[in-house]
């Protein structure tokens, strides 16, 4: 069974530029959940898709959005990014809210 | 509002020794409890959890009880090897509520052959 992927694993960008990163849940998975990890902040909930719909958001600006598309497949997006935005982006997915969740490798994001 | 804490690392160990992890949390709702593990360049992988009160839950040789009376999971094995070498985290999430999981901020594990 394939695990959660997430694409791409690397990423390099610049003040200013927006990013948008992928994440492929596990078949049959519907809830998928975004986590962003620093070293200084450690792991950050960011917000949380099931069924298209957003049913939860952490703490963070406006400039951090998600989507979630019928198949599951979820995006995040941060715009007009800053140097702090660097760090591990995780997704994870769960069947229901039951069920642990499972995550996939992260993408890097770096901000020159 | 939720909150986990976690032991203080880095912790190193000699291979074969006795491993415990200590994790407190605090929790407005009736939570599970989770121990994750994430090894260099990798995500996080699920080592166990417990969803209720006095629950034991075990992987790999891995184990912790849901210690209600003293808001605990601390982690323990009993005889660590090189391959166990990886930050742990310890996280929790309120039943009948949302995906959302709170996490500790991460013990460095580095067990020496």
Same mark, same amino acid.
């Given at each position: 069974?394939?695990?959660?992927? &997430?694409?791409? @694993? /690397?990423?390099?960008? #610049? @003040?200013?530029? %927006?990013? #948008?990163?992928?994440?492929?849940?596990?078949?049959?998975?519907?809830?998928? $959940?975004? /986590?962003? +990890?620093?070293?200084? &902040?450690?792991?950050? *909930?960011?917000?949380? /898709?099931?069924?298209?719909?957003? @049913?939860?958001?952490?703490?963070?600006?406006?400039? *951090?959005?998600?989507? +979630?598309?019928?198949?599951? @497949?979820?995006?995040?997006?941060?715009?007009?990014?800053?140097?702090?935005?660097?760090?591990? /982006?995780?997704?994870? $997915?769960?069947?229901?809210?039951?069920?642990? %969740?499972?995550?996939?490798?992260? #993408?890097?994001? $770096?901000?020159? | 509002?939720?909150?986990? !804490?976690?032991? =203080?690392?880095?912790?190193?160990?000699? =291979? =074969?020794?006795?491993?415990?992890?200590?994790? !407190?949390?605090?929790?407005?709702?009736?939570?599970?409890?989770?121990?994750?593990?994430?090894?260099?360049?990798?995500?996080?992988?699920?080592?166990?959890?417990?969803?209720?009160?006095?629950?034991?839950?075990?992987?790999?040789?891995?184990?912790? !009880?849901?210690?209600?009376?003293?808001?605990?999971?601390?982690?323990?094995?009993?005889?660590?090897?090189?391959?166990?070498?990886?930050?742990?985290?310890?996280?929790?999430?309120?039943?009948?509520?949302?995906?959302?999981?709170?996490?500790?901020?991460?013990?460095?594990?580095?067990?020496?052959?």
């Amino acid at each position: 069974k394939a695990g959660v992927t &997430q694409t791409p @694993r /690397y990423l390099i960008k #610049t @003040r200013g530029q %927006q990013v #948008t990163l992928s994440c492929s849940p596990i078949s049959g998975h519907r809830s998928v $959940s975004w /986590y962003q +990890q620093t070293p200084g &902040q450690g792991l950050q *909930f960011l917000f949380e /898709y099931f069924s298209e719909t957003q @049913r939860n958001k952490g703490n963070f600006p406006g400039r *951090f959005s998600g989507r +979630q598309f019928s198949n599951s @497949r979820s995006e995040m997006n941060v715009s007009t990014l800053e140097l702090g935005d660097s760090a591990l /982006y995780l997704c994870a $997915s769960s069947m229901t809210a039951d069920q642990p %969740q499972h995550f996939g490798d992260g #993408t890097r994001l $770096s901000i020159l | 509002g939720n909150s986990v !804490t976690q032991m =203080e690392g880095p912790v190193t160990l000699s =291979e =074969e020794a006795f491993l415990t992890i200590n994790c !407190t949390y605090t929790a407005t709702g009736y939570p599970s409890l989770f121990w994750y593990v994430q090894y260099p360049g990798e995500g996080l992988q699920l080592l166990l959890k417990a969803t209720k009160a006095d629950d034991k839950g075990s992987n790999k040789g891995f184990e912790a !009880t849901y210690r209600k009376e003293t808001t605990s999971f601390h982690l323990e094995k009993g005889s660590v090897q090189v391959s166990d070498s990886a930050v742990y985290f310890c996280a929790l999430r309120i039943n009948f509520g949302n995906e959302k999981l709170t996490f500790g901020t991460g013990t460095r594990l580095t067990i020496i052959p």
